[in-house]
């Protein structure tokens, strides 16, 4: 099992221009979260999914768009990156996240220049 | 609404010394509470679950729903735990996880 894969693992981008980061679980879990790791913030929840064809909104999704088309595949979308949206992106999913927990991927580091 | 609070973002003990990272939360209903840790650069990895009570690198923490607290502790701490710790707590049927803003325990030789 590969576990949770996040790509790329760093990227630079220019204010304005779009990209997506790509997750991927192989453990068929339910629930996948996006989460932004800033310093003196901790971990803040963008987007979440309960499973294929369901999203909702997080803490702080404004900017972020996601879709979840399978099981395994959960895109975090930025639309028009901005310098705010400088962060650590982690993405995480679990089979039952009440009682076993969020297995997280290695992150992506964005820069917004 | 579900609240996480780790009081100190900086903690700093001795080799061999005791460590207590606290953590108190804010939940209406009945939470499920857990420990994640990580390593410098590294990704976060669960350390514990407070449903399951074990002990986990010589790590405990009892859920004290009374105090709303769920702390984390080890008699003895070693170089190796220098990490951040985050705790968490997920509650109601759309399993949010959502964390406190991490303490930075540094162990010193």
């Known amino acids: 099992n590969a576990g949770v894969t996040q790509t790329p693992k760093f990227q630079v981008l220019k204010t304005g221009q779009s990209m997506t980061l790509q997750c991927a679980q192989d453990?068929?879990?339910?629930?996948m979260s996006w989460y932004r790791q800033d310093p003196g913030m901790g971990l803040r929840l963008i987007h979440y999914?309960?499973?294929?064809?369901?999203?909702d909104q997080g803490e702080v999704p404004n900017g972020y768009n996601v879709s979840r088309s399978t099981t395994e595949d959960f895109p975090l979308r930025l639309l028009s990156a901005a310098p705010s949206q400088t962060s650590v992106y982690f993405c995480a999913s679990s089979y039952s996240g009440d009682t076993y927990g969020y297995t997280f991927g290695s992150g992506t580091r964005l820069t917004v220049v | 609404a579900q609240r996480v609070t780790q009081p100190e973002k900086l903690l700093s003990v001795f080799k061999g010394a005791p460590v207590e990272l606290k953590c108190n939360y804010s939940y209406s209903g009945s939470p499920e509470l857990f420990w994640y840790v990580q390593y410098s650069r590294q990704r976060l990895q669960l350390l514990l679950r407070?449903?399951s009570r074990e002990s986990i690198k010589g790590f405990t923490a009892d859920l004290n729903k009374g105090e709303t607290s769920f702390h984390l502790k080890k008699p003895f701490a070693q170089e190796e735990d220098s990490a951040m710790y985050y705790c968490a707590l997920s509650g109601g049927s759309n399993y949010k996880l959502t964390f406190g803003k991490g303490t930075l325990l540094t162990v010193n030789p």
């Open positions: 453990m068929n879990h339910e629930y």
């Open positions: 407070h449903i």
């Open positions: 999914s309960v499973g294929a064809g369901i999203t």
